[in-house]
């Protein structure tokens, strides 16, 4: 089999998306997950895995799902329900860990993880199992037919849990020839579509009005990033990441791979900036010179980077946000721009980009 059409590959996800016989949100989480993991897990070229486990899969699910078991204000401080009926039993877990590791409902998953990693583990399994058990297994069926054209697995819905516990399961997720790219390659307009349907889904499923939803689901979490801007702006000098302006008043943290792109609230993926300029980069990629000054703070300061991190007690994957800024600026078309300052754009420096990158340190160990 060769590479598959990027088109055709597209069209096949968006009738996943389409196709109404989930109860629950997890397809959602599936197809987001598994496009998160193959940026960051891509090899230094590039190229993003052919293998995934069940268990990357249900760290990542936890993560997408850690936001949305918050009370929600308009409906009347609930956790929007996400299964037809009841509360998916994924939330529920989570829920219920939240509640016993993580009371402060600001709390992040990071510090929550540490204060009990033993418990944590247990939830990875417990998620890992759902995920065995549900999506998995029906997330390419269209109707009655399976069409394994994203990955393959080596169990059905008809797996029990004794034999996901026993040691001979497989819990690898074989991606087809070239499908691991295609995501990669349509990450950029998947992840919002995604997001939109997931957005109407929970809509429907509680009664809402869709204002603000979004917002609730995926959105960055500004506030919560206060805490490392003073260190961080110390690591800069003082100065604004993107003009090198002194910082005099409000200074603000952006995530140097915009939001919208790639969820990344590592400390590797915040910079410092003047209020203006981060508003106007708002979530626009950076051009090389930028990319270059990341990759720059990321080789000089990487121990100063793991020491407030280690102070503010904030999450530091040095090599997961190298990877996905790898994989994603390796793969921009030719004739895309850039943000350089204010309202400037410039086309891809590539001869820049690719010396900025090479200097990466590849911090697998
Ligand atoms: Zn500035």
Redesign the pocket.
């Given at each position: 089999m060769g590479e598959p059409n990027v088109i055709r590959f597209a069209e096949k996800v968006i009738l996943l998306l389409d196709q109404g016989e989930f109860t629950a949100t997890y397809k959602y989480a599936v197809l987001l997950g598994l496009m998160d993991l193959c940026l960051e897990r891509s090899e230094r070229d590039g190229s993003p895995p052919d293998v995934l486990t069940t268990d990357q899969l249900a760290r990542k699910a936890i993560e997408l799902y850690w936001r949305q078991s918050q009370r929600f204000a308009p409906l009347h401080d609930r956790i929007p329900l996400q299964n037809r009926r009841g509360q998916a039993e994924i939330l529920t877990l989570i829920t219920r860990f939240r509640e016993q590791h993580a009371p402060d409902p600001n709390s992040t998953l990071f510090r929550a993880k540490l204060h009990d990693p033993e418990r944590f583990e247990q939830l990875v399994r417990e998620v890992e199992w759902k995920l065995v058990e549900m999506p998995l297994p029906k997330l390419q069926r269209v109707g009655r037919e399976l069409d394994p054209f994203i990955y393959d697995i080596s169990w059905d819905d008809q797996i029990r849990r004794r034999m996901f516990k026993s040691r001979e399961f497989d819990n690898r997720i074989r991606f087809q020839p070239g499908a691991s790219r295609c995501l990669v390659a349509l990450a950029g307009v998947l992840r919002p579509l995604v997001h939109r349907h997931w957005a109407t889904r929970v809509t429907q499923l509680n009664s809402l009005q869709e204002s603000g939803l979004d917002e609730f689901l995926f959105g960055a979490d500004r506030s919560a990033l206060r805490p490392v801007c003073p260190p961080l702006l110390e690591l800069q000098g003082g100065r604004?990441f993107?003009?090198a302006?002194r910082i005099q008043a409000k200074p603000q943290v952006d995530h140097f791979l915009p939001w919208a792109r790639c969820p990344d609230d590592g400390l590797a993926n915040l910079v410092v900036?003047?209020d203006?300029?981060n508003r106007q980069k708002s979530d626009f990629l950076a051009d090389a010179g930028h990319v270059a000054s990341w990759v720059e703070r990321a080789v000089h300061h990487a121990q100063g980077l793991g020491e407030v991190a280690a102070n503010a007690c904030w999450p530091h994957d040095p090599q997961r946000t190298s990877s996905v800024v790898r994989s994603i600026y390796r793969r921009l078309p030719d004739d895309m721009r850039l943000w350089h300052l204010e309202q400037k754009f410039v086309p891809i420096d590539r001869a820049r980009l690719t010396a900025a990158l090479t200097l990466l340190p590849d911090l697998a160990s």
């Amino acid at each position: 089999m060769g590479e598959p059409n990027v088109i055709r590959f597209a069209e096949k996800v968006i009738l996943l998306l389409d196709q109404g016989e989930f109860t629950a949100t997890y397809k959602y989480a599936v197809l987001l997950g598994l496009m998160d993991l193959c940026l960051e897990r891509s090899e230094r070229d590039g190229s993003p895995p052919d293998v995934l486990t069940t268990d990357q899969l249900a760290r990542k699910a936890i993560e997408l799902y850690w936001r949305q078991s918050q009370r929600f204000a308009p409906l009347h401080d609930r956790i929007p329900l996400q299964n037809r009926r009841g509360q998916a039993e994924i939330l529920t877990l989570i829920t219920r860990f939240r509640e016993q590791h993580a009371p402060d409902p600001n709390s992040t998953l990071f510090r929550a993880k540490l204060h009990d990693p033993e418990r944590f583990e247990q939830l990875v399994r417990e998620v890992e199992w759902k995920l065995v058990e549900m999506p998995l297994p029906k997330l390419q069926r269209v109707g009655r037919e399976l069409d394994p054209f994203i990955y393959d697995i080596s169990w059905d819905d008809q797996i029990r849990r004794r034999m996901f516990k026993s040691r001979e399961f497989d819990n690898r997720i074989r991606f087809q020839p070239g499908a691991s790219r295609c995501l990669v390659a349509l990450a950029g307009v998947l992840r919002p579509l995604v997001h939109r349907h997931w957005a109407t889904r929970v809509t429907q499923l509680n009664s809402l009005q869709e204002s603000g939803l979004d917002e609730f689901l995926f959105g960055a979490d500004r506030s919560a990033l206060r805490p490392v801007c003073p260190p961080l702006l110390e690591l800069q000098g003082g100065r604004c990441f993107y003009c090198a302006g002194r910082i005099q008043a409000k200074p603000q943290v952006d995530h140097f791979l915009p939001w919208a792109r790639c969820p990344d609230d590592g400390l590797a993926n915040l910079v410092v900036a003047h209020d203006a300029c981060n508003r106007q980069k708002s979530d626009f990629l950076a051009d090389a010179g930028h990319v270059a000054s990341w990759v720059e703070r990321a080789v000089h300061h990487a121990q100063g980077l793991g020491e407030v991190a280690a102070n503010a007690c904030w999450p530091h994957d040095p090599q997961r946000t190298s990877s996905v800024v790898r994989s994603i600026y390796r793969r921009l078309p030719d004739d895309m721009r850039l943000w350089h300052l204010e309202q400037k754009f410039v086309p891809i420096d590539r001869a820049r980009l690719t010396a900025a990158l090479t200097l990466l340190p590849d911090l697998a160990s």
